[in-house]
């Protein structure tokens, strides 16, 4: 493995128990990530996009162990985290930290702001309490909050800063990977670009790597080096940021992106708005073929007998065909 490779997954599947019919029946299982592989070098960020059930936020939470994987590898700097006891586990738990979705729900109401911040540091075991609490300090400024605001609670702040409170608090432990799990969709337009923009520059000061998780392309399209398109627990394209949007070759990557509003007056002329038809499969008894074989324009027999492989980026018969 490249040593300027810090994440590397590897055949990972979750799955989770479903009960079907009455009484003792059989368990059934629902996929929702399905042998997904993926890299993130350092000082990076990989996208994970797709629609809700994609399996994007739950390969985030298999990969902070926060969810429990049915098989796989999660190297993190060589060391398989799936592998990990429990207080390796604990250790390895600080080098990968969350921002997530919702900042409204996602702080303890009753901790102050600055108690927020210093929670993830009481693991370490490592720091005195003057270090941490300059630790502190030097973490609201960067994420651009007040002194003073350390001794308010979550109430008393406006949703980016209780963004920017959560962004403070993943920075806490020095961590290896931060996963931004949908950070800006509970916000207002505005503020998401000012989040976004704090978060590159972070990324720039501090050398992070980001998994950042999201729905929306428009979104991601100025943040992420690579982009990995997910749909029903499977990867259907995989590749640079640039090739991604400027020739997407799979039919879901093609709608997704037709639906990116751009201030370029030719892209706006050469886009055609593609419209993804009927609902996905049932992902407890999922089809033989192609996952998105039944809503897709291209779909020909062989998509609904053979399930492509990921090759050359894509998951598909026909790349690149006309929809």
């Known amino acids: 493995m490249s040593s300027d490779i810090l994440l590397n997954v590897e055949d990972l599947v979750v799955r989770f128990a479903v009960k079907r ?41 298999a990969v902070a162990r926060l969810v429990n994987s049915y098989k796989g590898k999660v190297e993190l700097n060589g060391t398989d985290l799936l592998t990990l006891g429990d207080e390796d586990l604990r250790q390895a738990r600080a080098k990968v930290q969350f921002i997530f979705q ?14 927020i911040v210093r929670e ?98 428009g979104v991601v399209q100025h943040m992420c080096d690579s982009i990995a398109v997910m749909y029903m627990g499977k990867i259907v394209e995989y590749g640079p940021r640039l090739d991604i949007f400027n020739a997407p070759q799979h039919p879901y990557t093609r709608a997704l992106l037709s639906a990116v509003p751009s201030v370029d007056k030719a892209r706006r002329a050469q886009t055609k708005r593609i419209l993804i038809p009927g609902d996905p499969p049932d992902p407890v008894n999922l089809p033989d073929g192609c996952r998105f074989a039944n809503r897709c324009p291209a779909a020909q027999d062989i998509c609904r007998r ?10 598909c018969h026909f790349p690149g065909a006309e929809l």
């Open 120 to 217: 993830p540091m009481e693991s370490l075991g490592s720091m005195t309490e003057v270090e941490k609490a300059e630790r502190i300090d030097f973490l609201f400024e960067a994420v651009g909050l007040r002194p003073e605001q350390q001794r308010l609670f979550p109430h008393q702040f406006s949703g980016g800063q209780r963004q920017r409170i959560g962004i403070a608090r993943a920075l806490a432990t020095q961590p290896d990977v931060i996963i931004c799990d949908e950070p800006v969709s509970a916000l207002d337009v505005a503020v998401q670009a000012q989040i976004l923009n704090l978060l590159r520059k972070l990324q720039k000061d501090f050398g992070l790597t980001y998994l950042f998780i999201s729905h929306d392309l």
């Open 102 to 115: 919702d900042p409204y729900s996602s702080l303890n109401p009753r901790l102050r702001a600055g108690d």
């Open 21 to 61: 019919g009455r009484g003792f029946g059989k368990n059934a299982y629902l996929h929702a990530v399905d042998d997904v592989n993926f890299t993130v070098k350092r000082g990076e960020t990989l996208a994970i996009v797709g629609e809700s059930g994609s399996g994007k936020t739950t390969a985030a939470l």
């Open 306 to 315: 053979d399930e492509p492989e990921l090759s050359n980026g894509v998951a």
